[in-house]
């Protein structure tokens, strides 16, 4: 079976799970996240010790009660996602309580002179996803799976109207810049761990982290503006709001390391705002700074 075939057959299983109502499907994410727990998976495991990275202040309790609030929030933010890949972003978008900062955006594309979103893995980058399809065409960079069912399946449930998925390889920055000088959009996660060599060590929950360089040279060099996007969750149900942002002028500064800094230190104010809705089951610090001596925190 070919990995498009099997890729289909797994959306037709995620549309399965995509008709279950809103309830219940966060009843079954939350007996997910009891089972992460009780079997200490790796994603109980990874959030566990980026917490301990990360809040060093906070004592026992304290970072027991926020891994439980993390796992809960994980487990549902999977499943509301495939509710979401298998329903009209039109219906999803119903979901937005509030819009703050849409007509920014609007603005920023109808310039001409490109713009470039960073969206962290904050709330539902999925719905973000959606929302700024929404608005127009927009070139979103990914790390495609190793898997090539899974690079398949991810073709076809984030490939809407206006979205252009962009492997994150080597052509992809020619392309982007591309899209950019053309005064289009393009989509970046920036707070995934960059390939060795390819990004700048700057602080991030007070730990060093290797950062990606990409964003802030595409927009040095551009001159686009860059606007910070996310869609927080609001309440216990399926409510959310949208936030843009300008980002600060020191996101394109020509210093990298400054450059960096400016980037970690925005995604972690937004993470900040609620830290459960972050993605702290992300290995964020494997890599480690030249002649630090530290190991790899993960063992």
């Avoid at 799970?17 to 079997?39: E, I």
């Avoid at 929030?73 to 509710?83: D, S, V």
């Avoid at 972690?268 to 925190?297: C, D, F, M, V």
Wanted: proline letters at 8%.
């Amino acid at each position: 079976m070919s990995a498009q075939r099997r890729a289909r057959f797994l959306y037709a299983l995620a549309s399965l799970v995509g008709w279950l109502p809103w309830p219940l499907l966060y009843r079954l994410g939350d007996g997910v996240a009891a089972l992460w727990r009780w079997r200490d998976v790796r994603e109980s495991r990874v959030a566990r010790r980026n917490l301990e990275l990360a809040f060093p202040e906070l004592d026992a309790p304290e970072r027991a009660a926020l891994h439980r609030r993390i796992l809960r929030t994980t487990a549902r933010q999977a499943l509301e996602t495939i509710k979401l890949w298998t329903r009209p972003p039109a219906e999803n978008l119903r979901l937005l309580r509030a819009r703050h900062g849409e007509a920014l955006y609007d603005a920023a594309l109808a310039a001409g002179k490109g713009v470039i979103v960073a969206a962290p893995h904050f709330g539902n980058w999925e719905l973000l996803n959606q929302w700024l399809a929404s608005r127009g065409q927009i070139a979103v960079v990914y790390r495609p799976p190793e898997w090539p069912t899974g690079d398949a399946f991810l073709q076809i449930v984030r490939g809407v109207d206006n979205v252009r998925q962009v492997r994150a390889e080597g052509p992809a920055v020619r392309q982007l810049w591309k899209v950019l000088k053309e005064g289009g959009a393009v989509g970046i996660l920036p707070d995934q761990q960059p390939k060795a060599g390819d990004g700048e060590f700057a602080p991030f929950f007070g730990k060093q982290a290797l950062t990606m360089t990409l964003l802030s040279r595409l927009a040095e060099r551009n001159g686009a503006p860059v606007l910070f996007a996310w869609c927080e969750r609001v309440g216990e149900g399926p409510q959310f709001e949208l936030h843009v942002e300008p980002a600060p002028a020191a996101i394109g500064d020509p210093d990298p390391q400054k450059a960096v800094a400016c980037l970690n230190a925005e995604v972690e104010r937004i993470a900040r705002r609620s830290l459960a809705q972050y993605q702290w089951t992300y290995k964020r610090y494997t890599l480690r700074p030249p002649g630090s001596g530290e190991p790899n925190p993960y063992g």
